[in-house]
């Protein structure tokens, strides 16, 4: 093995090399370059840092001394992963959406600084970026105000537009398809769904009777093919005389569909899932397509959220009158039908687990947000005293995410007992599986596999954010612990893996009443229902009006 000192070139650190590529002798990392000007607006800063004693346990960014936040860990890395040998440097990554409206510094020059603390207790602090800050208000729009299109009275039912950000397989999909099912069977309205991307949920609605419009993604970098694109789908709407429009998801795949309501005079219901302001949602936005869209959110008759806590991040902006928060319905039958032939010895022996494991499950798409690689690295420290545990990751994609983890996976010691999976539409096999089902997200506004698992009375260890805490009630109905936090993650299966079969199943079981009791389908839809119908006046709603 050949031994040779270097110099790193940024930042300028000591390493060890062997057999040609750096070993880190000492922590480093680097914050990446900002805008020469920072807007008091949400901003993404994002970086690495890498301990050579191990893993990184939290992050805190300061702005000239004022705390920012906890950042995000484990994102990915390719370009430190090649560089470096170390098992954590493709998963070296860091990310936070500070929210510059919150600080209180003055305009000028400012020094953002990073301290990490490694899983053993080492303090280091990244270089500082200097940066500027300053109050500008963007570019004011100098188009029109956009006139409505005259249309007809309404008829009897509400016929509805609904436009979603796409039809492949995830959460806010699925949503959409429970939704539409329960409105179709109560005859509470007739449904059109647009979507810019196909999908394996397309022939799930059109099987319920709803067409299908697959269109192209409406761009929102240049506002002049954006504008073109939003008035052909408005000439497309038009003549099919829909009497409301239906928006799930504020991502910039969906929102056109606001604006394609307000040049046709169509009240608007917003099912909002993303747990983002709208200031780092919608940051990428020119400021002519920005200033159109918050005038869509100020006109939408109602903007429903699942979680109290997204509802506040969207009150700022539209106003808390027509905004309401109403726990999302779950469609039970299909759960319980697949729970009554599961098989679940059977089950293990088709996936390959082993007969006696602990089968600790992870669902969704490989993603920052998600702390995949944060939860591998909290398995690391846990599974010497747990031999019969075993991580698995569900949502394996062809995209750096996953190669970072599975990078990672590959280096790790107890590589024999953790396995990514590529994202399949079985999910429902694996609920089956797991002893423990674990959502350890930063960011979730109340994700769908936290309540599938409930109802499969799957034990759940969750990260306490957002609409977790309002769902889960620590020790009774599953288990919380601290996001962006390895310590605490490590704890929490800890926690979870050291408790005895009766507490799992008694917390399955309450997890499963509850989602029974707080997530009704049928109560879902005809809250929905009854908003379609009152909105078509274009009425907003207030605390006391939400539907029951």
Not at 326 to 340: M, Q, T, V
Request: charged content about 25%; glycine content about 8%.
């Amino acid at each position: 093995m050949r031994r040779l000192w270097t110099r790193g070139a940024s930042p300028s650190m000591t390493f060890l090399h062997v057999e040609g590529n750096p070993v880190p002798l000492e922590p480093h990392g680097h914050i990446d370059p900002l805008p020469p000007k920072l807007r008091r607006t949400s901003v993404l800063v994002k970086g690495w840092v890498l301990f050579p004693s191990g893993a990184t346990d939290r992050l805190e960014l300061f702005l000239d001394g004022k705390p920012l936040g906890r950042a995000r860990l484990g994102v990915a890395r390719v370009d430190v992963g090649q560089h470096w040998d170390s098992p954590h440097a493709a998963t070296s990554g860091f990310e936070l959406n500070a929210d510059l409206t919150e600080w209180d510094g003055p305009d000028g020059e400012a020094s953002l600084v990073a301290v990490a603390t490694s899983a053993e207790g080492e303090r280091y602090e990244l270089e500082p970026l200097e940066v500027s800050v300053t109050s500008e208000p963007p570019p004011a729009s100098k188009l029109p105000p956009t006139k409505p299109v005259p249309r007809d009275l309404p008829g009897p039912r509400p016929r509805v537009l609904v436009f979603t950000h796409h039809l492949g397989l995830g959460g806010a999909q699925l949503y959409l398809l429970d939704l539409l099912r329960q409105l179709v069977k109560t005859e509470a309205g007739s449904f059109v769904v647009v979507s810019p991307l196909d999908g394996p949920v397309r022939e799930d609605l059109e099987a319920l009777g709803v067409p299908v419009h697959i269109n192209s993604p409406v761009p929102f970098d240049d506002d002049g093919s954006h504008l073109g694109r939003v008035e052909e789908l408005a000439a497309w709407a038009g003549p099919r005389e829909f009497d409301a429009v239906l928006i799930n998801t504020a991502t910039t795949l969906s929102f056109a569909g606001a604006e394609v309501a307000e040049r046709l005079d169509l009240p608007v219901v917003w099912a909002i899932h993303e747990s983002f302001p709208p200031s780092f949602l919608w940051a990428e936005l020119s400021p002519q397509v920005r200033e159109r869209l918050d005038r869509a959110l100020q006109r939408s008759s109602f903007l429903v959220f699942e979680a109290d806590a997204t509802r506040h991040l969207f009150e700022p902006s539209a106003g808390s009158a027509r905004c309401l928060t109403l726990p999302y319905g779950l469609d039970l039958e299909p759960i319980d039908a697949a729970r009554s032939k599961f098989d679940r010895a059977r089950a293990r022996e088709k996936v390959g687990i082993p007969e006696d494991a602990e089968a600790i499950v992870c669902i969704g798409t490989v993603e920052p947000r998600k702390a995949q690689a944060l939860l591998a690295q909290a398995f690391d420290r846990i599974a010497a005293a747990h031999p019969r545990a075993h991580l698995y990751f569900v949502g394996g994609r062809e995209d750096e995410n996953s190669e970072a983890l599975q990078s990672y996976i590959e280096a790790d010691s107890t590589s024999d007992r953790i396995e990514l999976i590529p994202l399949t539409p079985e999910v429902q096999l694996w609920y089956g599986l797991a002893d423990v089902l674990v959502c350890a997200s930063d960011v979730e506004s109340l994700p769908r596999t936290v309540l599938e698992a409930m109802a499969w009375e799957t034990p759940v260890l969750a990260t306490g954010v957002f609409g977790l805490p309002e769902l889960i009630d620590d020790g009774e109905t599953g288990w919380l612990c601290e996001p962006r936090d390895l310590d605490a993650l490590a704890g929490g299966l800890e926690r979870a893996l050291a408790s005895s079969p009766e507490e799992r199943a008694a917390i399955g079981r309450a997890g499963r009443v509850l989602v029974e009791e707080r997530h009704s389908l049928e109560r879902y839809g005809r809250q929905i229902a009854e908003l379609l119908d009152p909105a078509r006046s274009g009425t907003a709603a207030t605390g006391n009006d939400a539907p029951t």
